[in-house]
């Protein structure tokens, strides 16, 4: 019988950096099974091996069927699942993070409690677009206003770049037809855009749900961070995929982001720039920080004391011994 203390065999030594795996796989009309530490997608061409552990996010298309123990070894590597329709609609779910550690989860926490604090991250998030203006005095309505200019400037830009007309964003949920072929594209890119932040936020273990501009859904600080990458990598690259034709212009632009994605180290980007965001300007953080492995207890004026031991007068019990006398 196992207890509630033990984790899963991996430790977050054994598994892959986030940054150093691939953005996201796209699979339909397969059988996802596993076999070891890899999974299998078999069609009728034959069956393909994939490492869990190099995964970011596996995104499934439709007429995909997917067991019980690929789904385990995917939650295990901390790999992100993403069902999507045909409509593009989506489920999303993921694995557990590939820290241990509490700290990024208790700074966001923390900087999100406090209207402060929480206006900074918003203002800094905006800076991190737009690098050329200050936000320091804005209020989150200007905040707002800005942004909503800055990414109409953007559509505008890209259109005349492009060559493409451009008649306004058009998105209606569950329709991904409804729009032009840029429109469809950029939604495309969007929607990729959300699985891959989605991996990032949980497998550093911050909490997809604590948005800084975004709020009041599951998902609010995933839509944060995927939105920091839209006017200088998903919009131009929706453009340019537009610009070639309107034939299976979703699996072109997936296919064109992941390779975007690779060449500008956007994963490594995503995971410094939400320890920044989190952490503060300059805090430098080791793989060894985010990966502690140690739980404390929390006593008084914030000082942390050693778990596994009773604090009772004279009792001092093991870890072990406390568990099996739940």
Known sequence: MTT??????????????TSERLSFIYLERCTIHRDANAITATDANGTTH??????????????TRITHQAMSVLGETGAAV?????????YYASGRALTRSSR?????????ANNRSRLAIARAMYQLRFPDEDPGSLTRRELLGHEGDRVKKCYRTQAERTGIPWHGRKYIPGDFTAGDVVNQAITAAAQCMYGVAHAVVTSLGCS????FVHSGHELSFVLDIADLYKTDIGI????????????????RTRRALRDRIHE??????CVNDIKQLLLGAGTTTSADDIAWDVVTLQ??????VPAGRNYGDTEHTSHDEMVLTW
């Open 104 to 112: 990024l989860a208790e700074a966001q926490a923390t900087q999100w």
């Open 264 to 269: 500008t180290a956007l994963l490594d980007r």
């Open 299 to 304: 006593s008084d004026r914030n000082e942390h």
């Open 50 to 63: 994939i490492p869990a552990a190099t995964i970011g996010t596996l995104l499934l298309g439709p007429g």
């Open 4 to 17: 509630v203390s033990r984790r899963g065999a991996h430790t977050p030594r054994e598994l892959t950096r």
């Open 208 to 211: 997809p749900a604590l948005g």
């Open 236 to 251: 131009p690259l929706a453009f340019d995929v537009a610009a070639q034709g309107k034939e299976d212009i979703g699996s």
């Open 82 to 90: 993403t069902w999507v329709g045909e409509h593009s609609v989506r």
